[in-house]
């Protein structure tokens, strides 16, 4: 925030007296742009923090969320009047400690969204940008694939396949990775069409660059931004897609654990004590708001030409 | 008598990131009853903002000032919606230039027009539509029952903007706008709408005021010319005055840029005037030409150049006005525009 | 038109052959479905019977195209654990989960559109920001949390509705609300920037200059135009919601086609999870099919050319 005054350089421009000053290139411009952007900040600490967590966990618990203290079953979180500090958040019904369980639990949740967000965003990319780059029959043929898929209902494949091939978390992240790449598809195909024309890539056809030079030197590094802001809004979708088949009973399986689960889990004693759903509901719905807002906001600074 | 359109020290403001966009400065423009008056001025110079503004149409967040904006001696100023809703269509109706999206695509023509008329007459259907059918054939639109049944992609740029003048017609307004009425239209067509537009003129004495770029048009139909530039009047008086003598470098640089026929000779390149409209964003300090003018002088640089009363109704703001000896009023450029 | 009609049916009925093929080998990619059905008692012979009676010896591809040949002739196939023809017991359970639907998409239009228009018409006042906030907050909750939700705000604290089961209409409202809160923040944003440009449009400012009453030009002028892509957004709701309605029939214990499904699979009966799984997709095809002529039939541009 040092220096705005280049960016007011910038627009002064465009009335009578061109500006001196040197122009900001693009990727100054939207560093700018971010920092001054407020989602981007809330939605990046927000995160920053739950990956951080997760990654810290054992320094931030003495308990492991594996261990079982039946002694201490369901106990009050602290705010609770019969809680105490030993246990911050309580424990569940097997006297695991919540804490231990929620930030375990985060490893979970984000590693699946990460990896799924690999997954989908290689078929997504693939399937895109030759789409894209080619057209035409490939354009029809990526259109089919891209119609097959919108017509499959996610959630019921997702849990037949996972019913099916057996429950692991590799086999999770390739159902989920291999589901939701739609968006994806949609977003870099668009880019790719948008590149194609323009004169660089034709300059480069010209000079008789070969196929893959042009698609990794000139395509991709110029879809990357569309590619981030739709990959950061499919981990959003990723992650809620494992809480969601883990809560139906078909995800993740102890004595892994995950939000979706302790959700799953509390669901009994959901009357008498919600806490047990609210806490890792409240984590669930932090971390996807953030991630929403975070791609939001990479969308209004990285192409605002194309906000929805 | 009080004219029928009066404005007096107009100006429009508009709040932008950087400033206060200033597009109309302090306009004055009279209509009289069965006048027609020319707008003359490149696109940005606040002709259209200033037709809007009289409408009341001016953007949401525009900030309007005028010393008067009267209408039949009725001031515009600070009219409330209804009476708005009552002025608009009824008795200043528009004409806007591209009438391919001027219309509604999801309706009927004829849907669309008895919407406007019902909204202003109690009428029956069947009274809207033998209205407008009269109305259609009365602007040259042939089998004008057909057209009714019609959406408005379906019509061609002429007919669609024959039906747009109809739709002017609609409630016999006293004064109608036209903006850019012929700018979207090929060159043939353009001559046949502007001889419309004046016959429709002269047959009801309604007051016309034109909004154009082009002042190869305005001969022949208007009465008076209204040059403006950077959201003022540059020049003004009467349509022999300033088209046969230019005083106004501008004035005379957008003649210089309309082919004469019998005058510019195949090939040879047409007048124009370097440069272009600066943002109307900081108040004036200096002649609002400065930057474009080919006889600035360092007295044009010193102060904001004021609109002075020459002889008759010729207004001009100008230090160093262009002295030609006074030349029959041109009937060439009329060819032009009505062939 | 006549031959864009043609085009998308054969292009429909493209997408639901392979739809029906990945279904089929997605069930049978666990490799013999007898040893599931018979159960964990059953000895070889038994297996061995099952899967000559239901045709599991048989190459994959005769297996498929028997049962595709059954399912267009009306067959169905029979559920190995409910011991009865799948089709009267899709029959059963159908009409819930479209109730659900149609509620949830009527209540999702219902906030979503007047928010979506009351925002842009006002951009950038308290009421917008309010509207995107919600809009925000609404997608960054998953629909088990929101049923969970909405049953103990409702049902247990309120004591207002009731949370289990599909004995009355009543019974209908808050998994209506569950589910279809989900899609009204798409809706709502498509409306608001189709009403913030068709208002920037030359046709609305020419119904204003001729005097025609605000409420007409929002609503006759504007919202007719912004509606255009929200049915299109809206029908792909519905069908995105007769899949999601997996979660929410469990949660309110509803006896629809989702609960029928996760049932199905946790029971492993192949022949109602693929009948289910086809009808789904089926009726996900057709409503995208009807979106697209709804959209010709709004839109005069693409109907008469």
Known sequence: MADTSLIDGASASISAAPAAKPMPTPGQIALRRMARHPGFWFGGIVLGVFVLAAIAAPLLTPYDPGTQDLARRLAAPVWNSAGSWQHPLGTDHLGRDYLALLLYGARISLFVGFATVLISGLIGTVLGVAAGYWGGRVDLFVNFLLTVRLTLPVVLVALVAVAVLGQSLPLLVLVIGGLLWDRLVIVTRTATQQLVGREFVTAARAIGSSTPRILMREILPNITSALIVVGTLELARAILMEATLTFLGLGIQPPLTSWGLMISEAKSQFLFRPWLIAIPGTALILLILAINILGDALRDVLSPEGRA | ?339 | MGSFVVKRLLVTVLVLIVVSIISFSLVHLSGDPAVAMAGERASPEQIAEIRKAYGYDRPFHEQYLSWVGRFVSGDFGRSTYLKEDVGPVLARHIPITATLGVLALAFALLVAVPLGVIAALWPNTIIDRIALVLAVAGQAMPSFLSSLALIYGFGVMLRWLPVSGTATWQHYILPAVALGYYAAPAIMRLTRSGMMDVLKSDHVRTARAYGLSPWRVVLRHGLRHAIIPVVAVATVQFGYMLGGSVVVEAVFSMNGLGNLAWLSIRRYDVEVIQAILLVIAATYAVLTLAADLLNAALDPRIRTS
């Open chain 2, 1 to 339: 008598m009080t004219p029928l359109l009066e404005i007096r020290s107009l100006s429009l403001e508009i709040p932008v990131n950087d400033g206060l966009l200033r597009p109309i400065r302090s306009v004055d423009l009279t209509v009289e009853r069965g006048e027609t008056v020319a707008i003359v001025g490149e696109s940005g110079c606040g002709k259209s903002l200033t037709s809007l503004a009289v409408m009341g149409l001016q953007p949401q967040n525009a900030r309007l000032s005028a010393e008067r904006l009267a209408f039949q001696g009725e001031s515009l100023l600070g009219l409330d919606r209804r009476r708005w809703q009552a002025i608009r269509g009824k008795r200043i109706a528009m004409i806007f230039q591209d009438p391919m999206t001027a219309f509604d695509p999801c309706y009927r023509m004829g849907d669309q027009m008895a919407e406007i008329l019902r909204q202003h007459r109690p009428v029956s259907r069947a009274e809207a539509r033998e209205r407008i059918v009269a109305l259609l054939r009365r602007v040259g639109v042939p089998a004008p029952e057909d057209r009714l049944d019609q959406f408005p992609h379906q019509l061609s740029g002429g007919l669609r903007q024959r039906m747009m003048i109809a739709t002017a017609l609609l409630c016999e307004p006293e004064l109608i706008i036209a903006d850019e009425p012929t700018t979207a239209l090929d060159v043939t067509i353009q001559a046949q709408i502007l001889r419309l537009l004046a016959d429709v003129q002269q047959e009801t004495g309604v007051g016309l005021i034109l909004v154009t770029h082009d002042i190869g048009v305005v001969a022949g139909l208007a009465d008076r010319v209204v040059v403006m530039y950077g959201g003022e009047v540059v020049e003004s008086g009467t349509t022999d005055e300033v088209l046969g003598s230019p005083r106004h470098p501008y004035t005379a640089g957008l003649m210089r840029s309309i082919p004469v026929p019998g005058r510019t000779r195949r090939g040879q390149p047409l007048g124009h005037i370097p440069g272009l409209v600066p943002r109307p964003i900081a108040p004036l300090t200096a002649c609002g030409f400065l930057d474009r003018c080919e006889f600035r002088h360092e007295a044009c640089a010193a102060a904001p150049v004021p609109l002075r009363s020459g002889a008759g109704e010729r207004q001009l703001r100008c230090l160093l006005p262009i002295e030609t000896p006074r030349q029959p009023a041109e009937p060439l450029v009329a060819a032009t525009a009505i062939a």
